[in-house]
């Protein structure tokens, strides 16, 4: 029995050893994000988590950290230069480079279907953006929608799908050029004021409404003070799935490709995802008392045309007049 028991206890440790070594033997990945931990984004994080530890036997962890417990987005991002963060779904910056900023330009998709197209895994602005990119040392994975956006108003515009009527409203804009030109080219007044500010200024009338929010921001942030809510497709909201070069390149073939398709899969995901959320939570801002409107593609086509004319120029002295010439023979073509 003494015999056995010594075997058994000489097992015991042999177990918990390999156990250990094996932990410790596991590459850990820092995954970043900036959204609340109940919002759509976290749970993706969560999935793509499970997804690649399931698909790697345990080789790699992941850590989540949501709700920019690793910092804001612009902090989160210059960490994945550096190589100190691995991994993150985040917006991204325009200090580094402009050019990032070509995702956002506005009325690039009239809809869900065209989306899925415009932002595919393969296509121009996929590889473009890969490009950009690559050059600040972050390997671009996928595209995450995350809302069309549109107009929340505190008061209602004159004419609104003719962009050369004025309007007669004044529309809070963040502090980033694109949007300024694109509301400004809509027929609007705008006016720059801090995200954080923005429920007050449409308390006071400092603003009378605000641009780029999809029907969920206007929902659970602005319901209680917007009247009017015009779903115009304006851009589609959309994050970036990132990885550090430096953690690229510490992976193996194989687990490089298990995340390549893993985050390709939750990303095309996504813009369904998305596309769901949009009418659930233009339906809730209807019974907040808030009058919705929406419209067919062809009726919008008004707007997205007079932005290609009138605004993608401005967009193309902000990121470089040779991708945005690049960008639009790639949209003429099709």
């Given amino acids: 029995m003494k015999k056995f028991g010594t075997v058994l206890c000489v097992a015991l440790v042999v ?59 612009t ?87 003719n ?47 605000w641009v780029g929010g999809a029907p969920s921001h206007n929902y659970l942030g602005f319901r209680d003070v917007i009247k009017h809510y015009y779903q115009l497709n304006i851009y589609l909201e959309n994050e970036q799935y990132l990885i550090s070069d430096e953690t690229w390149k510490k992976l193996s073939p194989e687990h490089q490709k298990i995340i390549e398709d893993i985050v390709a899969q939750v990303g095309e995901e996504s813009f369904d995802i998305s596309a769901r959320d949009d009418a659930f939570y233009l339906e809730k801002l209807k019974e907040a008392g808030t009058k919705v409107y929406t419209y067919p593609a062809e009726q919008l086509a008004e707007l997205a045309e007079n932005a290609k004319r009138t605004t993608w120029p401005k967009v193309g002295k902000l990121i470089g007049e040779d991708l945005m010439n690049e960008m639009i023979k790639t949209f003429e073509s099709k």
């Avoid at 995702?103 to 690039?108: A, C, E």
């Fill in 163 to 209: 962009p050369a009527v004025k309007k007669g409203v004044l529309v809070r804009v963040p502090p980033i050029p694109v949007f300024k030109a694109v509301v400004e080219d809509m027929g609007y007044q705008t006016v720059s004021i801090p995200y954080a500010e923005l429920y007050t200024a449409l308390q006071t009338g400092i603003a009378e409404g």
């Fill in 15 to 73: 177990a918990l050893a390999m156990g250990a070594l094996s932990a410790e033997a596991a590459i850990k990945l820092r995954f970043a994000g900036q959204n609340p931990i109940e919002h759509q984004n976290t749970k993706a994080m969560n999935q793509v988590k499970e997804m690649i530890e399931k698909a790697t036997n345990g080789e790699i962890v992941i850590e989540v950290y949501p709700a920019s417990q690793l910092g804001d987005y």
């Fill in 75 to 161: 902090l989160i991002y210059e960490e994945l230069m550096r190589g100190s963060i691995d991994f993150a779904l985040i917006s991204i910056p325009n200090q580094f480079d402009p050019a990032t900023q070509i995702s956002t330009t506005p009325f690039m998709a009239k809809d869900y279907a065209e989306a899925k197209k415009v932002y595919a895994k393969g296509g121009w602005l996929f590889n473009k953006v890969a490009e950009i990119q690559a050059k600040q040392g972050i390997r671009f994975l996928a595209f995450n929608a995350d809302g069309f956006g549109g107009l929340g108003l505190t008061k209602e515009p004159v004419d609104v799908l």
